[in-house]
């Protein structure tokens, strides 16, 4: 008879000590969330300063991710939908954000992008980004066209070789301007086979 009552304190126990291991992911879990929201705020509220906090431990993604900051200003990024951030394990978190933006209007699509951001986050500290997006072939078609036929457009405002780095607005401005060359190209071609 006093076996019963050892067995259930133990599995008092062990449910309590599986409870508690599950609090402490959750909240990790919930603070990795938070962190990730923190970024897409400052990313999208187009202060370099703001996303500079923000990349405080991101050493090795800071220069490229604040590029990307000033492209989707300059090339009128607007939050159209931002999905909910999710966790993917204990130190990745993705959030899918669908933007409207200069480049799809430059090559006359009704599309509208979704860019994801993979975030890499340690010990309460976000410490890389990495970026995807679901670009459509033509995007990437029209790049290529503009690089092989208007290189003097591109080539100096877009160059991160450059003493001084690339200059985003007016690499996303010449961007656009060539993807609708491209486009205009495309057509003139289709009108006159």
């Known amino acids: 008879m006093k076996i019963i009552p050892v067995v259930v304190l133990f599995l008092a126990l062990l449910v309590g000590c599986k409870n508690g291991s599950n609090s402490e992911a959750a909240m990790q879990q919930n603070k990795n969330l938070v962190i990730a929201n923190q970024f897409i705020d400052a990313f999208y509220s187009f202060d370099p300063e703001a996303l500079r906090t923000v990349l405080a431990e991101a050493k090795t993604s800071r220069s490229g991710i604040l590029f990307y900051q000033k492209w989707a200003e300059c090339g009128h990024y607007e ?3 931002r999905h909910q ?11 899918p954000v669908t933007v409207k933006d200069d480049l799809m209007e430059a090559l006359q699509l009704d ?19 990495e970026t995807s997006s679901n670009d459509p072939e ?3 078609e029209g790049r290529k066209w503009v690089r092989q036929h ?9 160059n991160r070789e450059k003493q001084g780095g690339p200059t985003p607005c007016a690499c996303i401005q010449a961007t656009v301007q060539g993807l609708a060359d491209f486009i205009m190209a495309k057509k003139q071609i289709q009108d006159n086979p």
């Open 111 to 129: 599309l509208h992008v979704t860019d994801t951001f993979h975030l890499g986050i340690r010990d309460g500290h976000l410490t890389s980004v």
């Open 150 to 158: 208007l290189p003097e457009l591109v080539e100096e405002p877009c």
């Open 79 to 81: 939050v159209l939908n």
């Open 85 to 95: 951030c999710i966790q993917k394990n204990d130190t990745l978190v993705v959030c």
């Open 138 to 140: 033509l995007f990437y």
